[in-house]
């Protein structure tokens, strides 16, 4: 988390554990030939499938003017494929529980069970409780900053000199936990690309401004120096996983060097400056490493509904918020120090 966020590695390991698409459920035979059969027919067995009405392009066969383009199916992705797919899942996942078997997974994830539009509906709540965390502890950032901290004199900018960057910050990990809620909800290519491509940009960046503030950066040309080459590698990284190969391995291995190489750099600082917030950086860190183990300790949906990842997002929330304390006690910090060297 440059300790910039623990929670950026941990939202990363979003991108850590990808959606592979060879898992033990889909690859049943009777699964498969469920979904192909479902997909011509628009049934399984007696049950219906109401969005299979629809063309494969989700253009009605029939129908209303107003209904050629169906953007609100579009948006939750209920089309015919999708939801052959999610029945046929029950239908597998009621067949081996008739034989004593444990879930198993299809395209890569546990079987959940929807509740409305709502793929993954724990995840994508938690998603949403952490977007506002990240508002809440940004705003709270601004109004410090811009009204109850000293302004400079002559030019009534902050004393603060990363105050620019954290704005960023919070702004791009606002975006990134926007997508992880929306790819929750459904999960398809595109919300996947978005949600990655987010978390890879949130981590990229607080590396950068990780490696800026540990070592007090503070020339704008020097900075740039610091961030073109980190830059330029996400931003290609990004570019290959959406145009190129998602690859999930080589995807593990991007966050998981930018990740720990965040929190070593955060813990010695925090140590070698004795930052008087230095103890709560390191219960934010020591925290998430905890937290991690979640995602390490796999295991399927309590009841359809509550699986590790989802409780992975549950621990956030409060790091969010102990992350942000740091980041606005870090600008009171710089402010008292440089106010006083002014005087």
Do not use: C, D
């Given at each position: 988390m440059g300790v910039g966020r623990w929670v950026s590695l941990l939202l990363a390991f979003g991108c850590l554990f990808g959606v592979l698409d060879a898992s033990a459920g889909d690859a049943d035979p009777l699964y498969r030939n469920c979904v192909v059969q479902c997909e011509k027919t628009g049934n399984i067995g007696d049950h219906a499938i109401q969005h299979c009405k629809f063309s494969f392009t989700d253009v009605p066969l029939n129908g209303s003017w107003y209904m050629q383009k169906p953007l609100y199916l579009q948006w939750k992705q209920l089309n015919c494929r999708s939801d052959c797919r999610y029945y046929c899942m029950m239908q597998s996942e009621y067949q081996r529980e008739k034989l004593g078997l444990g879930p198993a997974k299809y395209h890569g994830k546990w079987p959940f069970k929807?509740?409305?539009?709502?793929?993954?509906?724990?995840?994508?709540?938690l998603s949403a409780f952490n977007l506002l965390m990240h508002f809440i502890g940004w705003l709270t950032f601004f109004i410090l900053?811009?009204?109850?901290?000293?302004?400079?004199?002559?030019?009534?900018?902050?004393?603060?000199?990363?105050?620019?960057?954290?704005?960023?910050?919070?702004?791009?990990?606002?975006?990134?936990?926007?997508?992880?809620?929306?790819?929750h909800t459904r999960d398809f290519d595109l919300t996947e690309k978005l949600d990655y491509s987010s978390a890879v940009a949130v981590l990229g960046y607080s590396l950068i401004l990780s490696l800026l503030r540990i070592f007090n950066v503070k020339d704008e040309a020097s900075r740039v120096m610091f961030a073109a080459p980190i830059l330029a590698f996400v931003t290609t990284h990004i570019l290959y996983l959406n145009f190129y190969e998602m690859d999930y391995g080589w995807n593990m291995k991007v966050c998981l060097v930018m990740g720990v190489s965040q929190i070593l750099m955060w813990v010695i600082w925090g140590g070698v400056t004795r930052h008087p917030s230095r103890f709560k950086l390191w219960t934010a860190m020591i925290g998430c490493a905890l937290a991690m183990l979640l995602e390490i300790y796999d295991f399927p949906p309590f009841h359809g509904y509550v699986d590790a990842h989802a409780l992975w997002h549950a621990t956030t929330i409060p790091l969010t918020y102990l992350w942000w304390s740091f980041i606005k006690d870090d600008a009171k910090f710089r402010t008292s120090t440089l106010v006083k060297k002014v005087k």
């Open positions: 929807r509740v409305f539009v709502f793929q993954e509906p724990l995840s994508a709540v900053v811009s009204y109850k901290l000293p302004l400079r004199p002559q030019s009534r900018r902050t004393y603060y000199e990363y105050t620019g960057l954290w704005h960023i910050y919070g702004l791009l990990s606002m975006n990134a936990w926007y997508w992880s809620a929306i790819f």
